[in-house]
């Protein structure tokens, strides 16, 4: 089905004579790179359209300091990743700035923007670029990536471990619960816009935000590089939608994106990084797009004792279960292709 | 000591045919072995004793979802495995049917059983086939199988989640609970025929059934494949309650069977599976027994938290740590045998 | 940098020699190497300070059979590893003892000393070696050490399970509680005598000891076989001291030496054992002991959950992840060296 993209070929020519000459124009491509790559996509431009989006979400939701902090986590791990020496082919594909851009999306989302939360944003991104480089290597064993399990549990760290320091103060964590199931009145259905409105909050939950055309930009960043992963971003966010309301999760959660952003990750990495599409892949996808809503909903209750958030540790958890079998679902499996356009979050060819 | 068994080799040689030319029979056979799995048996005929003890366990609880659940989990969990083109090999000894089967039987036990609760039993099942895949691919890695992690891992998952789905209606679930030590008040003796009882009740509950006769039917399941299973089946459930009884767990648990099932599995896996009897694969088989025993009780607390019930992952995390160290106890270990009658379930030969 | 030490190697020469010789000699020295190497030190004399403050802190404290404990744990230990045939010159450089001995003064720590206990601590010692042959295997994939993992996993279990035993009487672990922020009243500044005092306090709770004599004697036991390792203790400790006061921890604790216990583990093993001291070491050394005490407190909160301790799994957790990385900080690593008197926990050297 070959690779169809929207991203014009003469633009990306000159954007890498420019980046090959210079180097912070390198740097800032590395760093967009690392944006893309928290959908999979090393594409700058992706990249640029995800912070656009970012920065959009933030400000209308009159948290700045979400976007200030993308930024922040994403430099950070980048050139943590270069002091550690890790290999520079992972570091040029944006490989240690996506977890980093998420630690400094999520911070700033539960917690007060003093002046100690950016040292807690610094040292978070470093740390999630010394996670990503254990991970890689403990995968490695299996052949799978880390995902975005850096970035999950970097956070789960700095969130827990904030109920016990009290100079860093909790805004927007969920108190401490034990599991109800949530009452009927909690339920009631979605007309068609709601839908598509639940659909798009699903997809720009990846970064924490919770704006429908942010849901839009990420779709046109996903679509400049891959448009099937923009096909199944939406329709992996779809389904789960429809898997949510018919088991019954609460409707509020479901419009914010809550029970989506981590089926819609599942869905664009089993449907078109790890697998090219085809119907046994889609019919994979729908499988693994299912079980994430089930995880998401099984890591609420378990989390929510904690109070700390799933974060996308539903996609992740997923994510391996569904590559761990290593299957062979023909025709071709793009891990298989020694020269591709399109590279997964955390896959490390070095080995 | 050889392999003692009851089965009569020519009734068997008459099934082998069958089986061989028709494929609906093959597929039964299939089926019945993947039930006989659940206690490492590759054997139809303990199956079929199995299933029985499970039909008339569920039908004297008034529960006869219970057991057309193990039914329909069996069938899904293999073809799945058939569908996502698992080794032939494993599939025909069952170890694609015994994690289903035992989804079958739990969900039904703890939800109650509307047309929704089916959808969640044949998803769960496919489920279990995935992580059964995904669990093999990852242990081979030092040689240790799957055990029933994928079905409590499964189930682990869908009850969970169920806390978050309103249409999923619960009726069985522990309610969530902070841990507290029982009172002196729930400790009482056992006389000879309810200590009996406890063992047979502990046998039973493999399937999720507290029930004397099933607890028989099981033990005679075991014989006709290994008089060693059943042998190592009872008295690893005698040294559960006994180790129970000595460290002061509720008395009402133990009779019905709620600290010795994981114990039962731990003790037929290490005496008879992975090992072959002699005294110091008995001297560690206890060991493995009791530390199931504390096992159970720790992750009952720790469980009880979220509202769910630890299913027969005592046994898993037991049978893990104590076959990792790969200790050589002679005169001989069945996995150096190329040829064997006994295999483990999960085990993959393949690899 | 070498390797400074004060131990006199006369001294050392005719207890070789006296070892040698005589069994039960042969014996206590394996038992004391196995207390020196709670801090990474194969070394009997740092072992035999290392037991002196155990007694002294434990006298101090009122609770003789936490060093009871630590003895019978130690031997226990030592003696199962023996009978499961691990390697013996793992045996002999004290790797099946370390963990033993820590079960051993955590028992009594948390649980009154009745008969009942002193089977508890025997058993546990028991599955603490099987645990460490399990762990040994497992993490051999990776090149990484068990560490104390084995004691914590085998501590966690036997707690977690005494809220389900009656006949084990609780007295001093923590009650099941839901995380909430310490109020700004239990923060208040240290002067530099406090500040000295939870220096030591942090070194003397890696024995779960409270006592600043049995912190200078443990300072000293490090002495007597690396002096880096001493200096790496105290500034591991200061630097967490440092750490907790500016994230704002409970001011008792940070006294009690509850955050810095970890991060001393945490500081020896990654400045001295694991790399050699330089100053790219020294950093990693830092980032692994802030870590430290931010997983210190992340754990406090999942764990207080279910009213059991972190022990040491803050160490365990950041040594793992610092270590999977396999990075190259030259000028040279210890692991690298054939020869070399300094030799991890748990470190493996037959694989």
């Known amino acids: 089905m070959g690779t169809h993209s929207i991203d014009p070929a003469g633009a990306r020519d000159v954007w890498s004579t420019a980046t090959a000459r210079n180097g ?16 999979f996509q090393n594409n700058p431009l992706t990249g640029l359209l995800f912070f656009i989006g ?18 922040v986590g994403t430099i950070v791990g980048t050139v943590t990743a270069w002091c550690l020496n890790a290999p520079r082919e992972n570091i040029n594909m944006g490989l240690h700035g ?16 003093t002046p100690l939360l950016w040292a807690y944003i610094v ?9 990503m480089m254990a991970f890689t290597h403990m995968l490695r ?44 009145s909690e339920l009631y259905g979605l007309d068609l816009l709601q839908f598509l409105r639940a659909c798009l909050t699903g997809i720009s939950q990846v970064f924490l935000i919770n704006n429908v055309a942010t849901g839009l930009l990420f779709l046109a960043g996903l679509a400049v590089a891959s ?16 898997t949510a309301l018919l088991l019954g999760a609460g409707t509020s ?22 697998y090219h599409p085809n119907w046994r892949v889609i019919g994979y996808a729908v499988l ?55 590279r997964g979050q955390g896959s490390n060819h070095a080995s």
């Open 24 to 39: 912070l124009l390198h740097f800032i491509d590395i760093c967009l790179r690392g944006a893309g790559q928290v959908m």
């Open 54 to 71: 970012v920065f959009w979400g933030a400000h209308a939701a009159g948290m700045p300091a979400v976007a200030w902090g993308a930024v």
């Open 98 to 113: 996506y977890n980093g851009v998420l630690v400094g999306c999520a911070l700033p989302t539960f917690f007060a923007p």
């Open 123 to 131: 040292i978070g991104s470093v740390f999630s670029t010394i996670l």
């Open 141 to 184: 064993t299996w052949k799978i990536s880390a995902m975005t399990g850096p970035f999950v549990f970097t956070t789960w760290f700095l969130m827990l471990a904030a109920y016990n320091f009290a100079n860093i103060r909790i805004t927007g964590l969920p108190h401490p619960t034990i599991a109800i199931q949530p009452p009927a």
């Open 227 to 242: 448009l099937w992963a923009a096909v199944f971003a939406f329709f992996g966010s779809a389904l789960a939608v429809g």
């Open 253 to 274: 959660s479901i419009l914010a994106g809550l029970f989506q952003f981590s089926a819609v990750l599942t869905a664009v990495g089993l449907g078109t990084t790890f």
């Open 288 to 342: 693994g797009a299912i079980f994430t809503v089930i995880a998401q909903g099984a890591l609420n209750v378990v989390l929510n004792t904690y109070g700390i958030p799933t974060l996308t540790f539903p996609f992740v958890i997923a994510a391996w279960i569904f590559l761990l079998p290593n299957l062979d679902l023909p025709p071709e499996r793009i891990r298989d292709k020694s020269v591709s356009g399109v």
